[in-house]
């Protein structure tokens, strides 16, 4: 890390819920220098000041020479876990996640690679999208970098951002004030994509982070990082 400290961050998955708080979070601090936004359409996003367009993140070794003399990647890109075949759930979830990798570290060795992947994560388990996600989390620990998995449990979207799946949509207006009710009585089960953006800014500070982060504690990162 270098310009005192200052960050330079590679953003994924910035107009998605979780990218547009963590878009916002770091657009906030002042601990970041510059966001750069991968982005698969030029245009739309409203809070990354630059954005690098890759129209297949599995071709992202295309990229490399745009991606050198980064700090950290938040990559915040993935599936809705709802209405998802299995087969595209892992192309997105796992295949892409792993070149977008891959191409990062050839290009920042000494970068950190920060991956939001979800509570209960696990590649033994019998529910699909925590299987999946458990096996990127695997796969990422296994190259040579550092890398930090997030697991948040649920994420409430903070005032102006918001989920543009049909699915999930109804779910998140009939559900947003009990899930901030829950946030401050359950903060190991639901965090904001605000908090989460800055929890992701706290780590990528860190000389050595840990290696998962849970909700819990991505809620005390977030609040340390607000004050």
Known sequence: MNDGGRLKIVLTGA?????????????????????VALVRQEGGLETAAEELVLEDFQQAHRRRADLVRFDACFYCAGAAPLGTAEDEYRRVTLDATLAVARTWFTANPRGMFLYVSGAHANPESHV???????????????????TVMLRPGGVRPVAGTGTRHGLLKPLYVLGGPLMQLAGAALPSMVTSNLSLGRAMIALARMRDPPAVVECAQINQLGDADAA
């Not at 107009?15 to 966001?35: E, F, I, M």
């Not at 699909?128 to 550092?146: D, I, N």
């Open 15 to 35: 107009s998605g819920l979780v990218g547009q708080g963590v878009a916002l979070a770091c657009a906030g601090s002042a601990h970041v220098k510059r966001t």
């Open 128 to 146: 699909m999208p925590l299987r999946v996600k458990g096996e990127t989390e695997q796969a990422l620990a296994q190259l040579p970098g550092r």
